[in-house]
């Protein structure tokens, strides 16, 4: 309060001014504006000096000489040596020889090696290599296997009547070109580490534990269908463990738990050494957005088997490439994760819950850690409570401060809510643009052709959306606290009133979340929580009366707020941005990851960005931040934005080396060319390669979309299929020179008058990855088949042409397969449906001809290439 005016309505009261009357005073009440990049500075400087190092800290790991002076705990030493010989074998696709024969061969040894060691008095050690064959629905494909292959361990105490069982899954096969070793070498050598202590230790355990190491998960999550839905320990499987992964190194994030199993994250809360673990991380990857799938969906949706989610995601740069080798892999990643496994691998086969899970089974879990130091778990009836508990308090504080302010101002309580409705409408405006600002920055650099800048140098993203989101925020405020003046309510006052309005958007926002399921709501609770915190105190201590000095415990309240937030984001920012460069080029990438960085900015700055009031000549401070953003533009068109570096942050594209033939219904040759099939897996699309390989000839497939059944190219999986408007094609002169051709056989076609039908049956051999697309020509339609039937029973959800899509393992035997084809007017005389066969020789044991290893060659040092040859025969019948 500072003018004479109020001193006179009070003669006899004591006052304590917020404003002072001269200008001198009125000069002192605020910090000088020098002072201001400083506050600016100092939080990104806590981000990087106290948030990523201890996002990056890993353990020591244990060697196997001191192995004696811990005993019962996970050597990290043994588990890296046993990683070695994975990383050896190479790549391990499915139908390899390195697959289905090396690496199984692996692991049976490693097996027998821990059942020389086991202590046989306890423990009885089952091992079972499951040959298997099964289908199922998988987005829009059939996904049909067989003869995949699954090395399945079931260990128990002897003392043990309990048939209930502990799953641990992980996965040995990899994508073409990649040893793997992150993706999932790392998950194997820890469950065999895991088994290793488990069976060698005298602490026995109530249940069994089955270790699944499943060898057809990239095809995809084949093998754990086949277990799951066939082997006969599957069935006494009550809860599982899932270890996957996206990266290489780091600590593993547990990012999927239950569903509605909250008795999960209490142990593991109880139990995980180093926990890492969000809500927020398992709502982003259930909703779709993460480009990656894991068996745990498997176990849920066709075991009802409730468990953890978990898996690495530091460097996903080098995930599904050749670089993800054992060399970027730190020692201490398996012993942070080994020792994480094995406590909970003892919890788990120790807990009462796990002899029936479903007495147990009460909602879902709300789960977060602190950086990585602990981790806070409870219901989400639970967290509805506290939400909902925290609002009101914030609200009733907010009420009590707006009256308080009409006091000390001697206004009316009306006067005061008028204006705190005109700065809850600036503020919202405030909302408004910073999330509109990063968004038109985003789609600014994409129109450029300039996205994906902050691939390599993340922290670009700073300049570039946290700059934009903090001065959208703040400007609408600012410039009103700066340029009005209002004789009756201080400028301490007003900003404390754009503080209120802030934290009554938060409060709506987390109510609304709250009660329509969002459980990452809690993000909203913790900024409010720390914000009633700071209020109480200054209602406490009188200080929201004296000038600025308020904003001392606002500062330090949001301290914790921020740590979390930056951490949180720090995690999901190294997560996200390496998958960027394989979220394909329909969407621009630049849009999420502004989005990310600007809901990231203003829950961990919303409550400090408002204090560039306190300073003097605020709208020259405001200044900053379009300055940096300006700058960091000026950095992106440098060689710092360009988004690819060789071996370490590649461009990935897939570069199926096509043989076509399409025949007519007489037989004739239609066409018959070769190309390059193009699938790219990021924004840039062509651009990147277009100064180093001659693409003059290079067209996009979609023109061709309605003539050729999925645009005339052979579609690889789910994901090719989802992609294929956005694929290329650049023709070849010289024809590809095959390793060998998917041999399709026509065994007999049969017209079966009473249901006026006609059955066609097949013979399909070829390599261990091939599709069938089926394809009805006008009004025929395909009454069943040989495959699932439900593809056709579905007729809302799956239309033609219809995907299957069939590997195979450890056997070669020829697909015997009918379709039957039903016509208004019984002519089967005529075509009736094309026939679509593609034989993809994925594994690097297939060699490639003269032109290819060429072409190859002349891509950028930058581009990573997922390629294979491939034959396309299209019939009609």
Request: with cysteine; aromatic share 12%.
């Amino acid at each position: 309060m500072a003018d004479e005016d109020v001193k006179k309505a009070a003669p006899d009261e004591e006052q304590v001014p917020t404003e002072p009357v001269t200008s001198k005073k009125k000069k002192s009440s605020k910090v000088g504006w020098i002072l201001a990049p400083a506050f600016l500075i100092i939080w990104p400087a806590i981000l990087y000096a106290i948030v990523i190092p201890l996002f990056l800290s890993l353990p020591e790991g244990i060697t196997i000489a001191s192995e004696s002076s811990y005993p019962g705990q996970f050597i990290a030493e043994r588990a890296e040596n046993i990683l070695y010989d994975f990383n050896h074998i190479g790549p391990k696709v499915v139908g390899s020889d390195a697959n289905e024969n090396h690496t199984v061969e692996l692991l049976k040894n490693e097996l027998e090696k821990i059942r020389s060691v086991m202590q046989e008095d306890l423990f009885e050690l089952d091992v079972d290599v499951q040959v298997v064959s099964g289908a199922y629905m998988h987005w829009q494909m059939v996904n049909m296997y067989q003869a995949v292959q699954n090395v399945v361990v079931r260990i128990r105490s002897k003392n043990s009547t309990s048939e209930a069982a502990l799953l641990m899954n992980s996965h040995f096969d990899s994508k073409p070109g990649s040893p793997g070793a992150g993706d999932d070498g790392t998950m194997v050598v820890i469950l065999l580490e895991t088994l290793r202590v488990l069976a060698t230790t005298r602490q026995t355990f109530k249940h069994p534990i089955v270790f699944l190491f499943n060898g057809a998960e990239e095809n995809p999550l084949q093998a754990s269908h086949g277990f799951v839905t066939q082997h006969e320990w599957a069935k006494n499987c009550k809860a599982v463990i899932n270890l996957d992964s996206a990266g290489s190194g780091g600590r593993e994030i547990l990012f999927q738990a239950g569903p509605n199993h909250p008795w999960l994250m209490k142990i593991y809360h109880r139990n995980a050494k180093r926990s890492f673990a969000t809500t927020f991380a398992e709502e982003l990857f259930q909703s779709g957005i993460i480009p990656s799938d894991t068996d745990f969906r498997i176990f849920k949706n066709f075991g009802d088997i409730p468990g953890l989610d978990i898996a690495h995601f530091k460097n996903g740069y080098v995930y599904h490439t050749k670089f993800d080798r054992i060399d970027v892999i730190p020692r201490g990643t398996l012993q942070s994760t080994g020792d994480n496994i094995l406590a909970l691998a003892r919890a788990f086969s120790n807990s009462t819950e796990l002899k029936d899970p479903e007495n147990h089974a009460s909602g879902h879990a709300i789960f977060y850690d602190f950086l990585g130091l602990f981790v806070i778990e409870y219901t989400e009836d639970t967290g509805k409570i506290i939400n909902t508990a925290v609002v009101v308090v914030a609200l009733v504080l907010v009420a009590i401060s707006l009256w308080c302010i009409a006091e000390d101002s001697f206004i009316s309580i009306c006067s005061v809510f008028k204006l705190f409705s005109l700065i809850f409408i600036l503020h919202l405006v405030g909302w408004i643009l910073a999330l509109a600002l990063p968004l038109l920055v985003a789609v600014a650099l994409d129109s450029a052709a300039s996205s994906m800048t902050w691939f390599t140098n993340k922290w670009l993203v700073l300049g570039l959306y946290a700059c934009p989101a903090l001065f959208g925020l703040s400007v609408p405020t600012l410039l009103y606290l700066s340029i009005s003046r209002n004789d009756k309510v201080s400028h301490p006052y007003r900003l404390q009133l754009v503080y209120h309005a802030h934290t009554l958007i938060l409060s709506v926002a987390c109510i609304a979340l709250t009660y329509v399921g969002i459980r990452s709501s809690y993000f909203l609770m913790i900024s409010l929580i720390f914000q009633d915190i700071a209020l109480i105190i200054n209602f406490v201590t009188t200080l929201y009366r004296r000038a600025y000095y308020w904003s001392i415990f606002v500062t330090l309240s949001q301290i914790i707020p921020f740590l979390y937030f930056t951490s949180l984001y720090n995690a999901l920012l190294t997560a996200l941005v390496p998958m960027m460069g394989r979220f394909g080029t329909s969407t621009n990438p630049d849009l999420i990851i502004a989005l990310l960085t600007t809901l990231g900015t203003l829950l961990a700055m919303g409550y400090l960005i408002p204090l560039l009031n306190i300073f003097r000549r605020p709208k020259l401070v405001l200044l900053i931040l379009p300055t940096v953003t300006i700058v960091f533009g000026a950095l992106t068109l440098t060689l710092i934005g360009f988004p690819y570096r060789p071996q370490t942050n590649v461009e990935r594209v897939h570069v199926l080396q096509v043989q076509r033939v399409f025949y007519d219904y007489d037989g004739s040759v239609s066409l018959n060319d070769s190309g390059y099939y193009f699938d790219f897996q990021d924004r840039r699309k062509n651009l990147p390669l277009e100064s180093y390989v001659d693409l003059e000839d290079l067209y996009y497939v979609s023109k061709n979309c309605s003539t050729y059944m999925f645009c005339g190219v052979p579609v690889f999986n789910h994901r090719f299929q989802k992609a294929v408007k956005y694929a290329a094609w650049l023709p070849r002169e010289e024809p590809i020179e095959l390793p060998g051709r998917a041999n399709l056989t026509l065994i007999s076609k049969t017209a079966n008058a009473s249901d006026e039908s006609v059955r066609f049956e097949f013979e399909l051999q070829g390599p261990p990855h091939m599709s069938i697309f089926v394809q009805p020509i006008d009004d025929v339609v395909v009454s069943s088949w040989s495959f699932l039937e439900e593809m056709l029973q579905n007729k809302a959800t799956y239309q033609p042409p219809y995907h299957i899509y069939f590997s195979y393992g450890k056997e070669n035997t020829p697909l015997s397969f009918y379709i039957d084809l039903k016509k208004d007017d019984s002519d089967f005389d005529e075509p009736l449906m094309q026939l679509g066969i593609s034989g993809h020789f994925v594994s690097g044991e297939w060699e490639r001809d003269a032109e290819t290893k060429k072409f190859l060659a002349e891509l950028p040092p930058y581009t990573y290439a997922e390629e294979w040859p491939t034959s396309y025969d299209v019939y009609t019948f």
